[in-house]
């Protein structure tokens, strides 16, 4: 898995425009458990990163993570800008300290799962994008050079999502709903699993 | 006039923030710098770190700043904005846990006696204890 500068370019461009066409459903899924309004902010956070792809594609890669963190955090307007912001800004830090990519692609997806996990004071099991998070991480750690990494964390994501719908929230406004927040996907988790599909498809269309 | 801390209000509306800003200054007076911001960037039901940042900016003091937040997104977002604060800024400034409105006027009254920032914020939050 290599990572050339157009590579990249389109990887973000298709995250984007996949979390943006999802953005009904995330608010669906938000309504449902949530105060509806994580499609709107994730498609006003992905809108402005795509405003800045040429900026933000002729960075360096860690400067560049931390480009689409910054203006995440920035635009998105609801506690998935700080999260899903965190994750890029720590992933660009980890690689701006001597990580490298492919090699160290699960420390520094770690680095950023910490990062969430800090910011949001969450774990997994409560029902969050740790959810989807945490278990690509570990696939990431235990599939890394084999050839069927992508398929598998396609699977993984997929799976781990689901496994969100009987959980019960703890943690965010889902939690105000006790044990009726069960049945339902998690909206963050679902955005998560939107990004991580989109970066694999990306890349199998790249390889 | 000697500096008191500020208050800081973030909500997720706009009209709650302002409300909110009007009872501190009815109940307390304009000896406390009050500042407040609610609303996402699209002006929604949200918050903006951005606009936390800049009323963290506009109310400063050298005493510290106390932010009182309502809902989940108001907390991470104003602990966003502090982090992306000046460094120098950063340690003197507290996220409150305490209800917005009565946090505000009990964080403001005791901020008027000259406390510190770790007074005000302990005040406030009295409030959510059991």
């Given at each position: 898995m290599s990572l050339q500068p157009e590579t990249f370019r389109s990887l973000i461009k298709v995250a984007a425009e996949q979390v943006i066409a999802s953005a009904p459903e995330l608010t669906t899924l938000d309504q449902a458990i949530g105060d509806g309004d994580h499609g709107s902010n994730m498609k006003r956070g992905c809108e402005a990163v795509l405003g800045k792809l040429d900026a933000i594609s002729a960075q360096p890669l860690d400067e560049a993570l931390k480009m689409i963190g910054k203006t995440l955090v920035m635009t998105v307007g609801g506690a998935s800008g700080p999260l899903y912001g965190s994750f890029f800004l720590a992933a660009g830090e980890a690689l701006s300290h001597d990580k490298h990519l492919p090699d160290d692609l699960a420390d520094v997806f770690g680095s950023a799962v910490d990062a969430v996990s800090a910011r949001g004071r969450s774990h997994v099991g409560e029902k969050t994008m740790l959810d989807v998070l945490v278990p690509v991480l570990e696939t990431l750690k235990a599939a890394a050079g084999q050839p069927d990494l992508i398929a598998r964390i396609r699977t993984t994501a997929t799976d781990a999502l689901a496994r969100t719908a009987p959980m019960q929230a703890t943690k965010g406004r889902a939690s105000f709903l006790g044990p009726r927040s069960i049945g339902h996907l998690d909206p963050g988790a679902r955005s998560s699993c939107v990004l991580v599909q989109a970066v694999c498809a990306s890349l199998e269309g790249k390889q | 006039m000697t500096e008191t801390v500020s208050i800081v209000i973030v909500s997720h509306s706009q009209d709650i923030a302002?409300?909110?800003?009007?009872?501190?200054?009815?109940?307390?007076?304009?000896?406390?710098?009050?500042?407040?911001?609610?609303?996402?960037?699209?002006?929604?039901?949200?918050?903006?770190?951005?606009?936390?940042m800049d009323a963290i900016n506009d109310a400063w003091s050298a005493k510290g700043v106390a932010i009182l937040v309502d809902l989940g997104g108001a907390e991470t977002n104003s602990e966003m904005a502090v982090e992306m604060l000046e460094p120098a800024r950063r340690d003197l400034v507290v996220v409150c846990n305490a209800p917005i409105v009565e946090g505000a006027v009990m964080a403001a009254t005791e901020a008027a006696g000259g406390s510190s920032l770790a007074q005000v914020k302990a005040v406030a939050e009295e409030l959510s204890a059991d």
């Open positions: - | 302002k409300g909110t800003a009007d009872m501190v200054r009815q109940m307390v007076g304009s000896e406390v710098k009050v500042a407040f911001c609610g609303g996402n960037p699209d002006g929604g039901l949200g918050t903006s770190v951005p606009l936390i």
